[in-house]
């Protein structure tokens, strides 16, 4: 991104900022006599024991509410929950959500689903998730930019089913809400030091004070991590797939009236995946690749997801950037209610290496794609006061973004042995030499395709939500809510050659076009339009001050987007224009969801005891997904194909039936099918073009999930307590591709993990002991199943069994 485009986002951010300060300020003497609601509530406790029965309050209708008697399926992971189990990123939080799913072989490629909704495989750099997530109230434009570890976390919140009335477009699965500590008008500090096998090495350190006394608080936090890889390589004796991250937060709040808080945050974050790489786990198809490595002297390694060997030459790495700063404005207008505003500006780069080949050939030595994201948003709200008979929020919002990607591939001294001529006719043999006997190696190697592809996108929406109690006692609410969204998409893409030391033709370069990935040769120039409606209606009840029950329906939308690669006469991938025929296009049109859903919230035993129970039924049309066209998925796009249908049950269980001892735990069954996909990508071990596989499993959608934890607290001195924790998480069967391939079929797992530690003087000084993955169980995180051009299964092994140690303090 030029230095202007950015700069004039800047100007924006900050002038937008300046603007929501001045307007708020100028009316602030009106209300100075009643104190601020929210806007300076103090931050969540860094309590080292479990937490106590009592309110669990949440953010998910933009205001503090009691989790117990909200309509909508919350999952709240608690600050005691994060710290004692050291929860710091998607991965981990996905064994502490129903129905939730998570998609990541590196920073960039993350996606999240929620009951079956939201994973779209890997080809997505076009198109937005379905999962929105905001941290400190400020949304994510791409899901990557939250690959990373989190740091002095307040909570995380997980909203299931569409949330676009409040929180807008992409939220059609639902959404997740990351809530940092805030300042603190007390002083206190915090630190951590975790030492583990793979030499882990961790530190986690925050402070926290005032600057001026009951006016201006900072807080300061920061955390390093790394971790050695856990795979093998035979080609040079390292370790593959190690995985370091660094990070610095700054705050400021400042509080100078009782009704008007300022909190200002900053964020920079690295990471890097060293050598993420999958392992071949098996070979369909001998004549393939196996056999020219074979004739060529060389030998295809397999290996399993226990031996984790790989046999790569080329180094692979994958690494992000983060830097983000907001501002939040909180004003309380008395009886008028609450103004908010929230700023943000957020930058996000990813630059990724991949050995594309995964061999120890010299085949694929430049191949990556990277992402620059630049991000504008403003939000602005206002809600009336609580516990009236209308409670209402009503805002607007606007967000600029330009996300760029870089793409690049370049052809090494033995692309040859890996790739099959692809034209007999462009690339026949040289005095009797063939491709495969390296007749075109000298002109070949150094050949170097590059593109460029910049998206912008520009969004504006207003929404409202209106909550009418018509009896007394505010026992009955029923719940009405709009957004109206406009956006502007555009798209600009350039793939060309950029290297030809070997002087080919062009009709050769337009033959090896296809065979580079996300460089390929072609120009696009295209925009549209969308415009989409979302909202909700629902009915709430409470039996009883325990007992609450709701039903709602709820539409959500997801914005349409673009295919990344020229669907258009300039690329000249024949099965391009093929596709084109059968009606490909460069845009995909946007997702609508819409959901039916009921549950119970309750409290039983002076609320010793906490029961959740939701059942829900979601229908998306018009589901973006990867298809594919020629046998065996000879070129991929994206497109609509119908749409999909998630039914299910989700019930959550939290206990503290004697002192000290807390247990919580869910059980979802999730019933997510393709109700309409009869022209899908066939897996490659089909010979027919395509594939009808509606009424099957969804991708990414395991249909039970389930996890439990029991943690045991007891006092062995007045000043020493002892705790221990088990959890073991569990999730069925699952495809890991799109196209439901066979060999990407995973079987179902469960996890365990125990900790014990020591709390000492006072809880201030904590050290403990953990183990996860306990019994060392086999599994998969992702599965790629078979590639035709290969002839290779391939995949992501879990993590082994991993033990450490870790020492707390705060005070």
Request: aromatic share 10%; hydrophobic share 40%.
């Amino acid at each position: 991104m030029s230095s202007a485009p950015a700069g004039r986002m800047l100007a924006k951010s900050i002038g937008a900022f300046l603007l929501s300060t001045s307007l708020l300020a100028t009316i602030a003497p009106a209300h100075a006599a009643a104190p601020a609601e929210e806007a300076v509530a103090a931050p969540a406790p860094e309590a080292e024991e479990p937490a106590e029965q009592g309110e669990i309050m949440i953010l998910a209708r933009k205001r503090s509410e009691n989790a117990q008697q909200v309509p909508i399926p919350v999952t709240v992971i608690s600050p005691v929950e994060l710290t004692r189990q050291n929860l710091v990123n998607f991965t981990n939080f996905q064994t502490k959500f129903p129905s939730f799913s998570v998609f990541l072989t590196n920073p960039k490629q993350l996606n999240l689903g929620i009951r079956g909704i939201g994973n779209n495989g890997f080809n997505t750099d076009g198109i937005d998730g379905s999962v929105g997530i905001f941290v400190d109230g400020v949304y994510t434009g791409r899901q990557g930019m939250v690959s990373n570890d989190f740091n002095d976390i307040a909570d995380v919140e997980l909203l299931r089913g569409p949330q676009g009335t409040l929180f807008g477009k992409n939220t059609t699965a639902g959404a997740v809400l990351i809530n940092t500590l805030k300042p603190s008008f007390e002083w206190g500090a915090s630190g951590e030091a975790t030492y583990g096998n793979f030499d882990f090495r961790e530190v986690k350190g925050s402070v926290t004070g005032p600057l001026i006394a009951d006016k201006l608080a900072i807080r300061i936090s920061g955390f390093y991590s790394k971790r050695d890889g856990t795979y093998t390589n035979l080609f040079n004796g390292g370790d593959q797939n190690g995985r370091q991250g660094s990070g610095i937060r700054g705050q400021l709040l400042a509080t100078p009236t009782d009704d008007l808080s300022i909190r200002l945050i900053y964020t920079h974050g690295r990471q890097s995946f060293p050598t993420i790489s999958p392992v071949i786990l098996s070979i369909y198809n001998p004549a393939a690749l196996q056999a020219r490595m074979a004739a060529a002297g060389f030998t295809l390694l397999t290996s399993n997801a226990k031996d984790r060997f790989v046999n790569i030459d080329s180094t692979l790495n994958a690494q992000t950037k983060t830097d983000s700063g907001s501002g939040e404005i909180n004003y309380h207008l008395g009886a008028l209610g609450d103004l908010t505003s929230i700023t943000a500006y957020n930058t996000w780069s990813c630059f990724t290496n991949n050995d594309n080949d995964f061999t120890q050939l010299d085949a694929i030595n430049d191949y990556g794609s990277c992402n620059k994201e630049h991000q504008f948003s403003q939000e602005l709200r206002w809600a009336t006061p609580k516990d009236e008979p209308f409670e209402a929020t009503f805002g607007g919002f606007l967000s600029r973004q330009r996300l760029q990607v870089d793409s690049r591939f370049r052809f090494g001294r033995q692309y040859n042995i890996f790739a099959a001529n692809p034209s007999a006719t462009l690339f026949p043999a040289i005095a009797g030499v063939s491709w495969a006997n390296g007749a075109y190696v000298n002109r070949l190697v150094g050949t170097k395709f590059q593109s460029q592809a910049v998206f912008h996108t520009d969004t504006d929406a207003l929404f409202g939500n209106v909550s009418w109690h018509p009896d007394a006692d505010r026992r009955l609410s029923i719940d009405l809510g709009l957004r109206y969204t406009w956006e502007d998409r555009t798209q600009i893409y350039n793939g060309s050659v950029v290297a030809n030391p070997g002087a080919l033709s062009q009709a050769q370069l337009n033959a090896l076009s296809p065979s580079t990935a996300n460089s390929q040769i072609g120009i696009v120039d295209a925009g549209l339009k969308d415009r989409s409606l979302s909202g909700e209606a629902g009915v709430s009840y409470k039996v009883t001050p325990d007992i609450f029950v709701y039903g709602k329906y709820a539409r959500g939308n997801k914005s349409a987007g673009f295919n990344l690669l020229a669907y258009n006469s300039s690329n000249p991938d024949t099965n391009v224009g093929s596709a084109i025929s059968l009606g490909a296009q460069q845009t995909v049109k946007g997702e609508t969801a819409d959901n039916f859903e009921a549950g119970i919230k309750a409290s039983f035993f002076d609320r010793k005891v906490t029961f959740n129970l939701t059942a829900f039924h979601t229908k998306v049309k018009d589901y973006q997904a990867n298809q594919s066209l020629g046998a065996g998925a000879a070129v991929r796009f994206l497109a609509n194909v119908g749409s999909l249908t998630s039914r299910g049950v989700e019930a959550e269980v939290e206990t503290w039936l004697a002192p000290g001892l807390h247990t919580k735990g869910f059980i979802a069954y999730d019933k997510a099918t393709y109700s309409s996909f009869r022209n899908s990508a066939c897996p490659a071990q089909s010979t027919v073009l395509t594939c009808d596989i509606t009424g099957r499993q969804v991708a990414w959608a395991p249909k039970w999930t389930a996890d439990f934890t029991v943690d045991y607290t007891h006092a062995i001195t007045d000043t020493v307590k002892g705790y221990g924790l088990f959890d073991v998480n569990w999730r069925t069967k699952q495809n890991y591709t799109i196209t439901l391939d066979p060999a990407a079929e995973g079987k179902g797992y469960a996890l365990a993990s125990i900790r014990a530690g020591v709390l000492l003087m006072d809880d201030k000084v904590e050290l403990q002991g953990w183990v996860e993955n306990l019994f060392d169980k086999v599994y998969y995180i992702n599965l790629l199943g078979l590639t035709r051009a290969t002839g290779v299964i391939q995949g992501y092994p879990g993590n082994p069994r991993t033990y450490g140690a870790t020492m707390r303090f705060h005070f």
